[in-house]
């Protein structure tokens, strides 16, 4: 990785002169938690030169400050105040902000709770920079379908789509599941998880597949965090048998009366 030194970077716009959120979905407002100047001004710029703008800060406590104005949080977990874990919890019951964990090698055990605590993915570093820029062009491609604003109450009515498996009910649209008539709380991901193995009911998806559409690329490194979202997702929706493994393959979104 090439380092800028951390004097180059404030040159870059200062994030409150930016006269609008930009509409067009490309460009995306990255919220940095990094507490090592080298790091920060290395993707600070990488950031710039493929069109996103980044805020960087140095301690968790100004993530909660600065989230608002946010489309990404790229989240470093050890930084100097707290650790990256509490800030991810606390953030958590404020905002479903889109959050990229960034994390050494080697520190699985932070992984698996950072995406149980409701983290969309993780880095582990040194970040490459192809998979950063793919990661925050899957979330924000997600987030584009997720905020499309409503353009018709007709579009709107012919968008409507829900799903049903036994007492399951799934409404791709509005993200909402409900399990005997009780709304069931997802994470961001594991409801995109689930949209792509329910938009497909009774048909099996493949591992890569599900991974090329909800992470955006079918890459080794998120076939870990798939199994832990499946797995808190079977646990949230205690319906053993509505959403079946194939071994080898991947999985199907099925009738619970036929399992
Ligand atoms: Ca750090």
């Known amino acids: 990785m090439v380092y800028i030194r951390y004097e180059e970077w404030p040159k870059r716009p200062e994030w409150p002169e930016w006269p609008e959120r930009p509409k067009e979905v490309d460009r995306v407002q990255v919220l940095l938690a990094e507490d090592d100047d080298g790091v920060a001004a290395a993707l600070v710029e990488v950031l710039y030169d493929h069109g996103h703008i980044t805020r960087r800060v140095r301690y968790g406590r100004d993530v909660l400050t600065y989230h608002r104005s946010s489309d990404l949080l790229l989240l470093d977990l050890g930084l100097p105040d707290t ?60 987030n584009a379908t997720r905020n499309a604003p409503a353009a018709s109450a007709a579009a709107l009515a012919s968008a409507v789509r829900t799903v049903r498996a ?44 599900l991974l090329d559409e909800v992470w955006g690329d079918a890459h ?40």
Not at 225 to 246: E, F
């Open 83 to 142: 650790d990256g874990l509490d800030v991810l919890r606390a953030l958590r019951a404020v905002s479903d902000l889109p959050v990229v964990v960034l994390t050494a090698r080697g520190d699985e055990r932070s992984v698996v709770r950072g995406l149980r605590l409701g983290a969309d993915d993780y880095l582990v570093k040194p970040v490459r920079l192809a998979e950063l820029l793919a990661r925050i062009d899957a979330v924000t491609r997600r």
């Open 220 to 259: 080794h490194a998120v076939s870990r965090s798939l199994d832990v979202h499946l797995t808190q997702l079977r646990a949230k929706l205690r319906r053993p048998g509505l959403l079946t493994t194939i071994r080898g393959f991947g999985y199907r979104f099925g009738n619970l009366d036929e399992d």
């Open 166 to 209: 036994g007492d399951v009910e799934v409404e791709l649209d509005a993200r909402r599941v409900r399990v005997a008539g009780a709304e069931v709380e997802l994470t961001t991901k594991e409801f995109d998880i689930l949209a792509v193995l329910a938009g497909r009911a009774g048909t099996a998806v493949s591992r890569e597949q």
